[in-house]
């Protein structure tokens, strides 16, 4: 098992730009989250699939923000267009049903955004 | 909405000393589970130990254990023999257990780093 998979494992793009994160879960999860990670307000929910449907993503900070799951085995989180204050680590997570496991994260994308 | 709360911005502990991160959460559940999470300048976060709510017993995984205290909503993490390996981010962690609609989310606290002095 290659774990949860994420990339690019860095990005650096500039202001105004479409910047989009990728991200292959373990086989035969049910749930894939999607994270960010400031020094200022740590690890925040962005959104969760269930069986490759969103479920809840009131965390999504605006409009620009989208996220997809079109199979099992693979989402994506765009940004267009990004902005400074969307430089962070951005992590993806999958789990089994139920969670009560914890999650098995990605290694994060660090985007930079100039 | 849950909340989670690490006091300890920074710990430090000599090698093969023993160290407690503490936690402490917010909720009306009765329900929940808890976790411990490792973070190591590598960036992947990395699951140390659990906790079931309903369960009294405090987990224990090797030199890691847990003091879960659930009326006082504590759920501190001791590590025992420390390790140059054991330096990291430790962030604790809350999910509830109603299987409803946005509840499989995590809430993690701002997590503790971890240094050990050889």
């Known amino acids: 098992d290659a774990g949860v998979i994420q990339s690019p494992r860095h990005e650096v793009t500039e202001m105004g730009q479409e910047v989009t994160l990728r991200c292959k879960p373990i086989s035969g999860h049910d749930y894939l989250f999607w994270y960010r990670q400031t020094m200022m307000r740590g690890l925040e929910l962005l959104i969760y699939?269930?069986?490759?449907?969103?479920?809840?993503d009131s965390g999504m900070p605006e409009d620009r923000f989208s996220a997809k799951m079109p199979n099992a085995s693979f989402s994506t989180l765009k940004i267009q267009p990004s902005e400074p204050r969307d430089s962070a680590v951005y992590f993806c997570?999958?789990?089994?049903?139920?969670?009560?496991?914890?999650?098995?994260f990605g290694s994060g994308t660090r985007l930079t955004v100039v | 909405a849950q909340t989670v709360t690490q006091s300890q911005p920074e710990m430090s502990v000599q090698e093969a000393e023993t160290v407690t991160l503490s936690c402490t959460y917010d909720?009306?559940?009765?329900?929940?589970?808890l976790f411990w999470y490792k973070q190591p300048p590598s960036r992947q976060m990395i699951l140390v130990i659990r906790?079931?709510?309903?369960?009294?017993q405090n987990a224990t995984e090797n030199r890691f254990s847990v003091n879960f205290q659930k009326a006082a909503k504590s759920f501190s993490l001791k590590i025992s023999d420390s390790q140059l390996g054991d330096a990291a981010m430790y962030f604790c962690a809350y999910r509830s257990a109603m299987s409803q609609g946005g509840s499989e989310k995590l809430v993690f606290g701002k997590g503790t780093k971890l240094t050990v002095n050889p």
């Open positions: 997570a999958s789990s089994l049903y139920p969670v009560n496991y914890g999650y098995t």
């Open positions: 909720t009306s559940e009765s329900d929940y589970y």
């Open positions: 906790q079931e709510a309903y369960k009294q």
């Open positions: 699939f269930n069986n490759n449907v969103p479920i809840d």
